[in-house]
């Protein structure tokens, strides 16, 4: 069974800059995708970003140009470069993985194993 820990989160000024990490263990997710959804209170669950086993990136219109995702799979982990943050990136950011491709990144059903969360809270 895969474990999945995000890191990274906290509080940050408008126009400031996080990173995110989400280290995986108990099973490797070199041929799957790895990906970020967050959501904010009283919001559904949306998608953030994900990334290929071979590193293509794809990205939600919002934090396109400003979020960065990559992957170090000798490590089992996934990053999320957050820039120019603004107030409405406030979240609880999670990261998800599965084994293979399974269609519609921006689909949650077509992810495997999640994360517990890390909480992301960006002041105007």
């Known amino acids: 069974q895969a474990h999945l820990v995000e890191s990274g989160g906290g509080l940050a000024q408008a126009g400031g800059s996080l990173r995110l990490s989400c280290a995986a263990s108990?099973?490797?997710?070199?041929?799957?995708?790895m990906g970020w959804f967050r959501q904010a209170p009283g919001k559904e669950r949306e998608f953030v970003a994900a990334?290929?086993?071979?590193?293509?990136?794809y990205y939600a219109d919002s934090v396109k140009g400003r979020f960065t995702i990559s992957r170090d799979n000798a490590k089992n982990t996934v990053y999320l470069r957050m820039n120019s943050l603004k107030p409405g990136d406030t979240a609880t950011y999670y990261c998800?993985?599965?084994?293979?491709?399974?269609?519609?990144?921006?689909?949650?059903?077509?992810?495997?194993?999640w994360g517990q969360g890390t909480q992301v809270t960006i002041s105007s």
């Open positions: 108990g099973r490797t997710f070199r041929s799957g995708p």
């Open positions: 998800a993985a599965a084994q293979s491709y399974g269609g519609d990144y921006s689909r949650d059903n077509n992810w495997d194993y």
């Open positions: 990334i290929s086993w071979s590193g293509g990136t």
